[in-house]
Each structure stands twice: as structure tokens, then as C-alpha cells.
């Protein structure tokens, strides 16, 4: 099982994060600000997804492979990985109000995966990596 979503992917290690929402919503800036903070590139705009196991692979269609827009700027050469494991879906489309939100999945293929909305804090692009490093407690 096969699927192409408009979305934005970086991966940490293995682990990538699966971002979503409409055009102009800041996914390839939300993707800039991660690969600042030492995330490699999957894919910009267009990701490719396969389901393997209990798994989704994330990749980049072969045309798009290496290149991030920043808009405002042009596109822009990236190092990447050719591949990596969902391991969490933001959605830029929603905004996240509660301090410690339910839990909130995004299924896709078949595979339920670890949904989270925007926030509105300094510290939201720092969370993901974090999450991508060590995920949530269960404390």
C-alpha cells in the first residue's frame, strides 16, 4: 500500500515527522527551523508514504529529492535521507489551546500514528525534535 500526501518530512536518527496543512500553512518553514536544529530532509511539499509491518515509510518523490522552498527566498539545496519510520504527524491547520492536550492520532494506510496540533510558543519547533529524540513521558 501506496499513498502521495501534500506534505513536508524530516527525519532525527531514523524518525521523521510528518508535516501537514494547506498551502501557505508553513510547513517548509516549520521543515527549515528543524533542519536548523540538525534534521535532514525527507521531502518538501509532496511525501511519498508506504505502509511496511505496523509501520509508515516516508520518502520523496525522485524529483523533488534534495530541495526545500523557502518562501520569499527560492528553493533551496538540502542534505537528506532517502527515507525514515513516521514516528509523529503535525497538523498546521489546527491550533492547539489546551496545557496538556488529549491525545489525538492521524491514521493513514492503516496505521494510526501520534497526532499533534500547532502551538503557539517558542517552544513547539523544540518539542518535535524532542519527541523525535526521546518521546512522551508516561508519568
Known sequence: MNTTIHATCLSWH??????TGKSGSGKSGL???????GCDLIADDHTCLKRSENQIIASCPPTLTGLI?????????????PSAAVAL?????E??????????????????LPLI?????????????????SGWSDR
Do not use: Y
Open 31 to 37: 521543515g527549515l527551523q528543524l533542519m536548523a536544529l
Open 69 to 81: 522552498e523557502a518562501r520569499g527566498i527560492g528553493i533551496l539545496n538540502a542534505s537528506h535521507a
Open 95 to 112: 491550533t492547539e489551546t489546551a496545557r496538556l492536550p488529549q491525545q489525538r492520532l492521524f491514521t493513514v494506510l492503516g496505521c494510526d
Open 14 to 19: 531514523g524518525k521523521a515527522v510528518l508535516v
Open 89 to 93: 504527524v503535525v497538523d498546521l491547520n
Open 117 to 133: 496540533w500547532r502551538v503557539d510558543g517558542a517552544h513547539f519547533v523544540s518539542a518535535i525534535l524532542q519527541i523525535l529524540k
